[in-house]
């Protein structure tokens, strides 16, 4: 590629990594926000904490929670990642001339981009530059400009009230129309000489306000001629006389025009005021600039032939430049000591560059001298320079950047994971497992006595279930379900039973008796069938009697106290404790018991009907007695309503033989539930873990502040892990 082509890469390759960025920008504006929220948060439950007598520990652990140095380091960060943010969204590789007034600046410029004095002002005589000036290449193009204007309130804030703050004037104006009254006299004690100047600068703003006022009052962009661009950027006309005052209006014009060296790609270059003057805010505008416009600096120095060194001025220009972004400027940075046309300064340049090292200034090497008035040394010396530098450089560079932005945040990111650490810890934990050590002094004795009573109730349940089957009274249950579906099939019968006319119908259709006599049998057979399926409703009722039982020992006040925890009673409630108690060594017995008895059930199909089904044979047409030679309807209906009788009674019989087995498996299903829940390794343990967990629910009156404290605890839990969400390693 030339090198068109590599800049244009270079340019392209840093869009996708802007999509990147803005990503974590966003995130890190949410962790932010979430952040103040729980400060917001911080103070309340303090105050909430401060209504319940409890733990001390538990105000003084939130008061040592402080994200105030993590939020200004966020704040910082933004800040870079919006410079990051800039570099990478820009369509243009931008170079950024800088230097204190007349050391060449602008004739660099004029060399780089074939402009003249007209366009970009150059003087011997005072300060000539007053608008900052962005100069793209732009083939084939005539040259124009575009004007972007302060609004009033940037206008204001930006360049105004420095100036107020910093000379201790007052309240800064809120308007223009404030700005024109009378200024504030200078206070008695900024009597030296820097602070008159500053404010003899903003006087200058303020007698001449109505020269440009007009302009911040429209705030609209402007394109303009080649010829008008001297007006907005300039504070005096070529011959030097101070008749400019629209670039105090100005907050930066972009200049368009093709260069003289066309294999350059989109490059632009960025024209900043000379510093030296005694204006407020020309370092920070500098620092600004550098940091969120500029690719590379170029710093310019006239070496005066009658004698000069690197002076104060040279370090604190580099000092400031280096505080625009945190990679170091000796990365991005060149210098250009701009020669005199005939030479005359050529030694003293040389002697510049060598002592250079001297210096607290650190640029790429080597150190550039040319002559910046001519076109051809500013381009093979300087401009060719830079450029093969940055292509080679620029994508390291850009990955520097990138990992300094990525170690702050992942620094913001461990900073905030130990203060959420912290603040998890302060209220206690909230988890049903969290805390091994059990310390409310009356929770000890209320436990042991729910546990006695507990397993108490419970033994003297299972010894009642036991005694109740052996009595046969469960098997009661399952005796009237019997009795039920007997007296029902008894009055279905002539609903199932044909009477003569039918088996004739029945018979002229089938053309048989035998046929007849078979359909009649099926009918029978399932109809018995079908009745014998609602011994399942007998069974449930059975089971779902026993399970109540256990359910009453634990809810009740006598037993296990447990029905504050929630409104299901019976069956759900046994649910309700298989789903809720927590997954924990100490308690997984316990939830192991609760999930057997839960889930158990008996059922017709599984337990009794493959035992009867052999008993309606009688009523299957391939396995019963046939009809008499010559039937007809009456030895039909005989022998159905025999068979019918025959079916039912064999079947009644076969159920009442194993009527104890529902009683047995009850007995058995919560023998195995009290084994799990009382008699298993750390069953005690576990069980009173569980009620110190849920103390403030099992005894309301005596842990009301306990629960009130829980609902604090959750609430702060929850905004520790909205802050958590946003603060994911991934996310940065």
């Not at 402007?222 to 008008?228: A, G, N, R, V, Y």
């Amino acid at each position: 590629m030339n090198r068109t082509e590599k800049i244009n890469s270079i340019i392209s390759k840093r869009k996708p990594l802007n999509e990147k960025l803005k990503k974590v920008q966003k995130n890190l504006v949410l962790l932010n926000s979430e952040i103040h929220k729980l400060e917001k948060l911080q103070q309340t439950t303090a105050e909430k904490l401060s209504t319940i007598p409890g733990d001390p520990q538990f105000l003084q652990a939130l008061q040592e929670i402080d994200f105030s140095k993590i939020k200004t380091e966020i704040t910082i960060e933004l800040k870079d990642l919006e410079k990051l943010s800039s570099r990478f969204a820009r369509n243009t590789l931008n170079l950024g001339v800088v230097g204190i007034a007349r050391q060449g600046k602008s004739r660099l410029l004029q060399s780089l981009t074939g402009l003249s004095t007209t366009e970009i002002p150059d003087s011997d005589k005072g300060f000539c530059t007053g608008a900052r000036c962005t100069i793209h290449h732009r083939p084939e193009v005539a040259t124009y400009g575009i004007v972007y204007f302060h609004s009033e309130q940037t206008f204001l804030n930006e360049i105004i009230r420095p100036y107020f703050e910093k000379l201790r004037l007052g309240a800064a104006p809120d308007t223009l129309a404030e700005f024109a009254l009378p200024l504030p006299p200078l206070p008695d004690e900024l009597d030296d000489a820097v602070s008159k100047a500053q404010y003899r600068y903003l006087e200058k703003y303020h007698t001449n306000l109505d020269k440009y006022q007009s302009l911040l009052l429209e705030a609209q962009n402007k394109q303009i001629q080649k010829h008008e661009i001297r007006e907005y950027v300039a504070q005096n006309d070529s011959e030097g006389n101070h008749i400019y005052f629209k670039y105090m209006a100005v907050q930066k014009v972009e200049l368009f025009c093709e260069f003289p060296n066309t294999d350059i790609g989109n490059i632009a270059l960025v024209d900043m005021p000379g510093l030296g003057e005694t204006g407020i805010g020309a370092e920070e505008q500098l620092i600004k600039i550098l940091g969120e416009e500029v690719d590379a600096a170029i710093f310019v120095r006239f070496p005066k032939s009658t004698g000069d060194d690197w002076d104060v001025k040279d370090v604190e220009l580099y000092s400031t430049a280096n505080k625009a972004l945190r990679l170091p400027i000796k990365e991005w940075s060149f210098m250009v000591l701009n020669k005199h046309k005939n030479g005359e300064n050529l030694e003293l340049c040389e002697y510049f560059a060598k002592s250079l090292d001297k210096q607290v200034i650190e640029v790429v090497k080597p150190i550039i001298i040319a002559n910046c008035a001519d076109p051809t040394e500013a381009k093979t010396k300087i401009l060719d320079q830079i450029l093969d530098y940055l292509i080679k450089n620029l994508e390291r560079l850009d990955l520097d950047y990138s990992n300094f932005c990525y170690q702050e945040l992942l620094r913001i990111h461990n900073a905030v994971s130990t203060e959420l650490e912290k603040a998890r810890r302060a209220l206690g934990e909230l988890s049903r497992m969290g805390n091994d050590a059990i310390e409310v002094p009356d929770f000890r004795p209320l436990f042991s006595s729910v546990w006695g009573q507990l397993t108490n109730k419970l033994e003297e349940l299972l010894k009642e279930i036991r005694e109740d089957a052996y009595k046969g009274e469960i098997s009661t249950i399952f005796q009237n379900q019997l009795e039920q579906i007997e007296e029902a099939c008894d009055q279905s019968r002539e609903y199932v039973i044909p009477e003569k006319v039918q088996i004739e119908m029945l018979r002229n259709q089938l053309k048989s008796y035998d046929s007849a006599y078979s359909e009649y049998l099926h009918k029978c057979r399932t109809h018995l069938s079908r009745e014998f399926l609602k011994i399942d409703a007998g069974l449930e009722e059975l089971i779902n009697d026993v399970k109540s039982k256990v359910t009453n020992v634990l809810v009740d006040a006598d037993g296990g106290m447990l029905g504050s925890l929630t409104d299901q009673r019976e069956a759900e409630f046994l649910e309700y404790m298989a789903d809720n108690l927590p997954e924990h060594p100490s308690l997984q017995r316990i939830k192991e018991g609760f999930e057997i008895l839960s889930n158990f059930k008996i059922s017709y199909r599984n337990l009794f009907q493959h035992r009867i089904r052999q008993h309606l044979n009688c009523l299957t047409p391939d396995l019963t007695a046939r009809l008499k030679n010559n039937p007809d309807a009456e030895d039909v209906l005989m022998k159905i309503d025999r068979f019918y009788d025959q079916g039912l009674s064999l079947c009644l019989q076969e159920l009442e033989k194993f009527s104890t087995e529902p009683a047995d498996a009850a007995f058995g299903i919560v023998e195995e539930f009290v084994d799990q829940v009382l008699r298993s390794d750390g069953a005690e343990q576990g069980w009173e873990r569980f009620y110190y967990q849920e103390r403030a629910q099992v005894w309301d009156n005596k842990f009301a502040q306990e629960r009130k404290l829980n609902g604090i605890r959750q609430d702060w839990l929850n905004a520790i892990e909205r802050v958590a969400q946003y603060n994911k390693r991934e996310f940065l």
